[in-house]
Nanobody, 116 residues
Framework: QVQLVESGGGVVQTGGSLRLSCAPSGNIFSIYTMGWYRQAPELQRELVATITRAGSINYADSVKGRFTITRDNAKNWVYLQMISLKPEDTAVYYC??????????WGQGTQVTVSS
């Protein structure tokens, strides 16, 4: 079992920055891929960025050049640095972990609101 706790969300003006953190606990050494997803009201949850234990990174086109995902492999913490935020980035951001065994875990989410 893996538990995930996100932090760092908040309210920021257009053009501002935020840094999200995801702290896993439990069987953290079973985690291979970690990522950030987001869900805006009345929309489906969508991928923001993922990073594997080997360091392979994937970004959604909408955040490329503005968001940076990093990972501390010693603790398995994952971070999402967000700059040049836009109102359309407003959503609940979720941390996701996938294990070598194929299990998937989600955090409870953290709200990011970008005001225009």
């Amino acid at each position: 079992q893996v538990q995930l706790v996100e932090s760092g969300g908040g309210v920021v003006q257009t053009g501002g920055s935020l840094r999200l953190s995801c702290a896993p606990s439990g069987n953290i050494f079973s985690i291979y891929t970690m990522g950030w997803y987001r869900q805006a009201p009345e929309l489906q949850r969508e991928l923001v960025a993922t990073i594997t234990r080997a360091g392979s990174i994937n970004y959604a086109d909408s955040v490329k050049g503005r968001f940076t995902i990093t990972r501390d492999n010693a603790k398995n913490w994952v971070y999402l640095q967000m700059i040049s935020l836009k109102p359309e980035d407003t959503a609940v951001y979720y941390c996701k972990a996938e294990t070598f065994q194929g299990n998937t875990y989600w955090g409870q989410g953290t709200q990011v609101t970008v005001s225009s």
